[in-house]
């Protein structure tokens, strides 16, 4: 008996806590959202516009991630070979870390302070991670040259429609 309780509960908790397919995939950002202010490397407090913004014309994986979540971590191999196999792409990391402290040290472990990475300060409740169904990490999107979200929602770097809508994109380029 003490068993199957035990399994009840483990079945359970799966469904409580296991990453939810959001029913709705947005194409585009909110205002609302993306006037959410997150941290630079460098301390610097900026609209998530402008970071999308940088990068118009070109197209942009954003990597939710945490130092203290081991499947980001694991994660982290296969974004840098989506990356190599895609040159033209930029990326960027938004973390969820608790403190500024865990994430720059996570960042050191991971060898991630080359890259451009911002951090949460505000925590994981905000206008811009509600707007965008993040209830789990790692989480991936897709925005696409103009600034739109082309894929809304995968959880590894593997997923083939991340390569897919990479490559559709691609070939609206030329």
């Known amino acids: 008996m003490k068993s199957i309780v035990s399994l009840g509960l483990v079945l359970l908790s799966f469904g409580v806590f296991a990453q939810k397919v959001p029913a709705v995939s947005k194409t585009e950002f909110s205002k609302e959202a993306v006037a959410q202010k997150i941290t630079s490397l460098r301390g610097k407090k900026m609209a998530i516009s402008e970071i999308i913004n940088n990068h118009k014309g070109r197209i942009l994986i954003i990597d939710f991630w945490a130092s203290w979540c081991p499947d980001c971590i694991k994660a982290l191999p296969s974004t840098k070979i989506l990356k190599e196999q895609n ?39 905000n206008n811009f991670n509600n707007y965008i169904d993040l209830n789990w990490v790692p989480r991936f999107l897709v925005v696409d040259q103009s600034g739109k979200i082309a894929k809304y929602y995968s959880i590894s770097p593997t997923d083939p429609d991340i390569q897919k809508t990479i490559d559709e994109l691609k070939a609206k380029m030329f």
């Open 87 to 125: 040159p033209q792409l930029d990326f960027v990391y938004f973390s969820l870390d608790r403190s500024y402290d865990q994430w720059k040290r996570g960042l050191d472990k991971y060898d991630l302070t080359s890259q451009e990475n911002y951090w949460f300060d505000e925590g994981w409740k």
